[in-house]
T-cell receptor, first 113, second 111 residues
Framework: NAGVTQTPKFRVLKTGQSMTLLCAQD?????MYWYRQDPGMGLRLIHY???????AKGEVPDGYNVSRLKKQNFLLGLESAAPSQTSVYFC????????????FGPGTRLTVL | GEDVEQSLFLSVREGDSSVINCTYT??????LYWYKQEPGAGLQLLTY?????DMKQDQRLTVLLNKKDKHLSLRIADTQTGDSAIYFC???????????FGIGTKLQVIP
């Protein structure tokens, strides 16, 4: 099992450009999440999904959109990138029940100039 | 509202015990977690504790939970250089598996 994978690993954008980050998981998890990690702020939830075809807003959703067309994939889109979106983005997946632990991908480091 | 607080930095000598502390505010938390993040990597679950427990031991790791004071701690016995990482405390609240993370404590192990 690959677990949770993210592509790309690194990306540099100019202000106003758009891009999509891809997250894939092979554990048949129902829940998937996108977080951003910034110095001194820990992880903040951007959007999440509780199943295929569903998405919901997290703590900091503005400027991002998501889609969960297939159970194993969760896409994060930036329509018009801004320097404030420079961050490290982590995807996670999990299964409801029990301790509901989350499994994280390796992260995508995004710089917006 | 939910808030999880941790100190930013801890330095210990190899072979000593490390204790990383965390406080949380939501008394309805069901699970509390400790995650480890090594440089350039994602978070990896280390251990968790259910809210009706006050202690959990797993090899070198001991988790203590004081619900009255909303205080969680992680003790690492015989700390090794490979334990150098950032440790995140997190609590689960809410019906949609909502997890709130602290800002992380950077553990530095001195050889």
């Amino acid at each position: 099992n690959a677990g949770v994978t993210q592509t790309p690993k690194f990306r540099v954008l100019k202000t106003g450009q758009s891009m999509t980050l891809l997250c894939a998981q092979d554990m048949n998890h129902e829940y998937m999440y996108w977080y951003r990690q910034d110095p001194g702020m820990g992880l903040r939830l951007i959007h999440y999904s509780v199943g295929e075809g569903t998405t919901a807003k997290g703590e900091v959703p503005d400027g991002y959109n998501v889609s969960r067309l297939k159970k194993q994939n969760f896409l994060l889109g930036l329509e018009s990138a801004a320097p404030s979106q420079t961050s490290v983005y982590f995807c996670a997946s999990g299964q409801a029940g029990g301790a509901d632990t989350q499994y994280f991908g390796p992260g995508t480091r995004l710089t917006v100039l | 509202g939910e808030d999880v607080e941790q100190s930013l930095f801890l330095s210990v000598r190899e072979g000593d015990s490390s204790v990383i502390n965390c406080t949380y505010t939501d008394s309805s938390s069901t699970y509390l977690y400790w995650y480890k993040q090594e440089p350039g990597a994602g978070l990896q679950l280390l251990t968790y504790i259910f809210s009706n427990m006050d202690m959990k031991q797993d090899q070198r790791l001991t988790v203590l939970l004081n619900k009255k004071d909303k205080h969680l701690s992680l003790r690492i016995a015989d700390t090794q250089t490979g334990d150098s990482a950032i440790y995140f405390c997190a609590e689960m609240t809410g019906g949609y598996q909502k997890v709130t993370f602290g800002i992380g404590t950077k553990l530095q192990v001195i050889p």
